[in-house]
């Protein structure tokens, strides 16, 4: 998605090649289902998904309960709305987008996930997911069984904070997403916009200035409440006024200053 040295859609090096299940959940979709070869104590991502400082033998318990791990291609989904909900999934790999289905038939992104970040926590309060997750590109989950985890939560207190912790993180980032759509211009949503993806990123070890976005404008403009004519404009100027370089989907960031600037102006 980044910088074209490293990769955070690469599988990592210390994976080897193993016998796959196909698992036909529909006559249009197979989602791949294989044995979880990296456990959660060696993941370089668990900091982001999962707690630290646990000790050897809770490590291994964790280990456990995270005992597979699906391959999602592009353009397939994880889950639906109105799926029953059964498992958290934390991406290990690529990019996936959620979305709910309005009145009129048009799909609205609420949100992009990426590598350490958790999908399905929608469907914990009746049980049933309330929207579409989408990969974006060839992706990779760690499937958590909710019902394990909750179990395993209440006898360890960190792994419990850290869960509090990742619901905590969803609810301000819906607070970022209404101030976005109630008080910012077009200009100013998409700076945050930007600057809130490289910072992810960035926290990932990916480059703070150079990424390739995996949503179409479409979709960026779906999730900010904007035109697609306004968000490809907006881009455009940008560009004009050297804040960005764009060519097609690479983008590079000439001003992060610039682009701040905007935000906390909208702030203001």
Do not use: W
């Amino acid at each position: 998605m980044l910088n074209p040295k490293s990769s955070p859609t690469a599988p990592p090096a210390n994976e080897c090649a193993g016998a796959q299940i196909i698992q036909r959940m529909n006559p249009n979709r197979a989602i791949h289902i294989e044995p979880f070869k990296v456990a959660c104590s060696s993941c370089n991502l668990r900091e982001l998904c999962l707690p630290v400082g646990l000790s050897q033998p809770d490590l291994e318990r964790l280990d456990r309960l995270v005992a597979t791990r699906r391959n999602v291609n592009r353009g397939d989904t994880l889950f639906r709305a109105g799926d029953s909900f059964q498992s958290l999934y934390a991406v290990r790999t690529g990019f996936f987008k959620t979305c709910v289905s309005a009145e009129d038939g048009r799909d609205q992104v609420t949100g992009f996930q990426m590598a350490g970040e958790l999908l399905g926590l929608d469907g914990i309060s009746n049980d049933r997911h309330a929207c579409d997750a989408v990969a974006l590109e060839d992706s990779q989950v760690c499937v958590i069984p909710y019902n394990q985890l909750e179990s395993l939560s209440r006898e360890f207190n960190d792994l419990q904070h850290q869960f509090h912790k990742i619901m905590s993180r969803e609810i301000v980032r819906d607070h970022g997403v209404m101030l976005l759509l109630g008080s910012m211009r077009a200009e100013e949503r998409l700076a945050a916009f930007l600057l809130n993806l490289t910072q992810r990123l960035q926290a990932r070890g990916f480059s703070a200035s150079s990424l390739v976005l995996r949503m179409t404008r479409e979709e960026i403009g779906s999730y900010l409440g904007l035109k697609l004519e306004t968000v490809s404009r907006t881009f455009s100027k940008f560009q004009e006024e050297g804040l960005l370089e764009v060519k097609q989907r690479q983008i590079r960031i000439i001003d992060q200053t610039g682009l701040q600037r905007l935000v906390n102006s909208a702030a203001c």
